[in-house]
């Protein structure tokens, strides 16, 4: 038979049983308070080695920094290849490619030095606050025109003479097709030469577009011949440039004698920014011709 209520609030306020109750408590906070207090402080252990915003921060605080961009000629605006831009007091060297540029990871935050030096400029020297994590983009521009003429000649003139030695090498070819040297080193695209085209006897430019991947002649219908790129659908015709400009009216019929060089870019992933049009997509045939001899 259950106690009523009434029953147990009266037992509870006789003398004895209040004794029993509050030596209960004593014994209780004896035996769990200290299980208590080293479980909390395991955890706060816990969570000081894991998520300390001191650590947080200093792991934030240790992250590289990254330096890259674009080496150009401040009097052309044209990359300048194999410049050396170095950090000071760390031996480490970053070489801009043919396009002109670098990188450089792995910095530490805090004040950067460099030193960048290219043949034919003068020397420059940056200095450059890095944030940690930060990543900076620069152009450098090297001034050509500054360079002390003077005393580089008097410089030439003490160097140690050494004995002569014959190199052989290709003939460069004119000023004129400098740019095309240049595109030609970074290996993109396709290119043929006058020496090439002699050496091959082609006939027409036709016939010695035949030779270069990813593009094919197409001849019938009474239209003559037409080029166009294997990844080009069908009446997307490549761009034509003679000499620089474009000129997609004469660029297919130039005489094959008149050629001194060509590129052929048959996709717009690889036609350069000076070339790149509406039409890239479907390629882009630069011809550049020879030069007509003065008259005396």
């Known amino acids: 038979m259950p106690i009523p209520l009434a029953a147990w609030l009266d037992a509870a306020r006789r003398p004895r049983l209040r004794r029993c109750a509050r030596q209960a408590v004593r014994t209780a906070n004896i035996v769990f308070a200290p299980c208590l207090a080293l479980c909390l402080a395991l ?29 150009l000629d401040a009097s052309t605006a044209k990359p300048v290849a194999g410049t050396r831009i170095a950090v000071v007091g760390t031996g480490r060297v970053a ?7 670098f990188n450089l990871d792995s910095l530490p935050p805090g004040i950067n030095r460099f030193v960048v030096f290219a043949q034919g400029f003068p020397r420059a020297n940056l200095t450059l606050p890095f944030a940690a994590g930060e990543v900076m983009e620069r152009t450098l521009e090297l001034d050509s025109t500054s360079v002390d ?53 082609y006939n027409r ?18 239209g003559g011949c037409f080029i166009r790129m294997a990844r080009a659908p069908r009446g997307c015709l490549p761009e034509y440039f003679v000499d620089g400009v474009e000129n997609n009216s004469f660029g297919l019929n130039t005489p094959i004698n008149d050629i001194e060089a060509i590129e052929v870019y048959t996709g717009a992933a690889d036609v350069p920014g000076e070339f790149a049009g509406r039409n890239a997509g479907c390629g882009v045939i630069v011809i550049w011709t020879r030069l007509v001899p003065k008259r005396r």
Request: glycine share 12%.
């Open 95 to 101: 070489v801009s490619d043919s396009a002109g540029r």
């Open 43 to 71: 955890c706060l252990a816990i969570g000081l080695a894991a998520g300390s915003p001191m650590r947080l921060d200093a792991q934030r605080a240790a992250r590289p920094a990254r330096f890259h961009g674009v080496v």
């Open 149 to 201: 003429l003077d005393s580089a000649a008097a410089a030439a003139a003490a160097a140690q003479r050494v004995a002569g030695v014959t190199v052989t090498a290709p003939e460069p070819l004119a000023r004129r097709y400098a740019d095309f040297e240049r595109r030609q080193r970074t290996g993109r695209g396709q290119y043929l030469t006058r020496a090439q085209i002699e050496k091959a006897g």
């Open 205 to 222: 430019l036709s016939d010695a577009m035949r030779q270069v991947r990813g593009t094919l002649v197409e001849c019938g219908g009474g």
